[in-house]
């Protein structure tokens, strides 16, 4: 059974920082593009960044580019987010996903974990 | 980018009726690579469709996905009571990945 279990959300100041983990088991992590889409609180779901199956690949939303760095450790089958600069705007659920099938970074989310909520205020 | 609009914003239809929610495209979605996904409250997404039509693992065949170019479209034969919630569709096929502003399906 694939399963995504993502930690390290919580409260932050404008400006901080913050790392989330993405624990993955129940599949061939390192075959597999990942991916980040966050949800403001009662609003739709954004995609922030996504990530190739060996790590060489990396995209960006606009909104984070230059603030976000995503990466992965295959060898612990584990997804990162690493969030600088963080602004008010940032605060989300923030979801981990795999994608469907393997191949390019582009293509639909299968499975999902349950969110880690980011809250950027002072 | 490619914007998504959904309408309408709410639907109020009873257990046993039909539902029927669209997916505009502001151009062309490549390969009709176009994806719809249920949430429902404190939940994660569930993906139900993707490439317009293809139905995900586990999804009940009273859910369909059709569609093409910029106009796609998510129907649901007869309601049952699980099935209120709120979908999204999104387009998979060029980056940025992008979704639309959501329908809710609310009990009527």
């Known amino acids: 059974e694939v399963q995504l279990l993502e930690s390290g959300g919580g409260l932050v100041q404008p400006g901080g920082s913050l790392r989330l983990s993405c624990a993955a088991s129940g599949f061939t992590f390192n075959t597999f593009v990942m991916r980040w889409v966050r949800q403001a609180p009662g609003k739709g779901l954004e995609w922030v960044s996504t990530i190739g199956d060996s790590g060489d690949t990396t995209l960006y939303a606009d909104s984070v580019k230059g603030r976000f760095t995503i990466s992965r450790d295959n060898s612990k089958s584990t997804l990162y987010l690493q969030m600088n600069s963080l602004r008010t705007e940032d605060t989300a659920v923030y979801y981990c996903?795999?994608?469907?099938?393997?191949?390019?970074?582009?293509?639909?989310?299968?499975?999902w974990g349950q969110g880690t909520l980011v809250t950027v205020s002072s | 980018e490619i914007v998504l609009t959904q309408s309408p914003g709410t639907l109020s239809l009873s257990p046993g009726e039909r539902a029927t929610l669209s997916c505009r495209a502001s151009q062309s979605v490549s390969s009709s690579s176009l994806a719809w996904y249920q949430q429902k409250p404190g939940q994660a997404p569930r993906l139900l469709f993707y490439?317009?039509?293809s139905r995900a693992a586990g999804i009940p065949d009273r859910f369909s996905g059709s569609g093409s170019g910029t106009d796609f479209t998510l129907t649901i034969s007869r309601l049952e009571p699980e099935d209120f919630a709120v979908y999204y569709c999104q387009q998979h096929g060029s980056s940025p990945l992008t979704f639309g502003g959501g329908t809710k399906v609310e009990i009527k």
């Open positions: 490439g317009a039509s």
């Open positions: 996903a795999k994608k469907v099938v393997p191949g390019t970074a582009l293509g639909p989310s299968d499975h």
